[in-house]
């Protein structure tokens, strides 16, 4: 689903990101809910930050205020029933023509799913956050049934794109 936004953009630098689990259900520019692995997964796009919901977990990247952990490149833990991992990079482009190419990659390849949410910013053809479901989750890897969830957040203004990875899989 791709979402024309008239807010504007909200988060300035990929390095002002931070990490947070567990937060209720921030407000939402635009929220796509999809059935995955026995679970209602909401994408939500905030600004140009995410939240995650799924099942017993709540995965925030945002310019969160006050003690908020900055983004990790790695992070895992357990919530009931399941195991959550979480990676993050970042790719800094050197030239508007390299990052415009790039943004625009990971607009065609998520144009038409249901199962992704793309929010275009006004102010830059480029100001995109996108979260889309990973078929890479978990299931058939041996680990059990699990789902996952892969985003990107763009700056324009460094030419930043942030890239994070997430997996639920359920315990057996």
Same mark, same amino acid.
Not at 75 to 100: K, L
């Given at each position: 689903?791709?979402?024309?936004?008239?807010?504007?953009?909200?988060?300035?630098?990929?390095?002002?990101?931070?990490?947070?689990?567990?937060?209720?259900?921030?407000?939402?520019?635009?929220?796509?809910?999809?059935?995955?692995?026995?679970?209602?997964?909401?994408?939500?796009?905030?600004?140009?930050?995410?939240?995650?919901?799924?099942?017993?977990?709540?995965?925030?990247?945002?310019?969160?205020?006050?003690?908020?952990?900055?983004?990790?490149? #790695?992070?895992?833990?357990?919530?009931?029933?399941?195991?959550?991992?979480?990676?993050?990079?970042?790719?800094?482009?050197?030239?508007?023509?390299?990052?415009?190419?790039?943004?625009?990659?990971?607009?065609?390849?998520?144009?038409? #799913?249901?199962?992704?949410?793309?929010?275009?910013?006004?102010?830059?053809?480029?100001?995109?956050?996108?979260?889309?479901?990973?078929?890479?989750?978990?299931?058939?890897?041996?680990?059990?049934?699990?789902?996952?969830?892969?985003?990107?957040?763009?700056?324009?203004?460094?030419?930043?794109?942030?890239?994070?990875?997430?997996?639920?899989?359920?315990?057996?």
């Amino acid at each position: 689903m791709l979402a024309a936004l008239d807010t504007p953009f909200a988060d300035a630098r990929a390095d002002a990101l931070s990490f947070a689990l567990g937060l209720p259900p921030l407000d939402a520019l635009a929220v796509l809910p999809v059935e995955r692995a026995g679970l209602t997964v909401h994408l939500r796009l905030l600004g140009a930050s995410h939240q995650v919901i799924a099942g017993p977990l709540s995965e925030t990247v945002a310019c969160l205020p006050g003690g908020a952990e900055p983004l990790p490149g #790695r992070a895992a833990t357990t919530v009931p029933g399941w195991g959550y991992e979480f990676t993050a990079t970042t790719s800094a482009h050197g030239g508007e023509p390299e990052f415009g190419r790039a943004v625009e990659a990971v607009c065609a390849r998520l144009l038409g #799913r249901d199962d992704a949410l793309t929010g275009a910013f006004p102010g830059s053809r480029h100001a995109v956050t996108a979260l889309a479901l990973d078929d890479a989750g978990g299931a058939g890897d041996g680990a059990g049934a699990g789902i996952g969830w892969r985003t990107w957040h763009a700056y324009p203004q460094t030419r930043e794109i942030v890239m994070t990875r997430s997996r639920l899989v359920r315990q057996r």
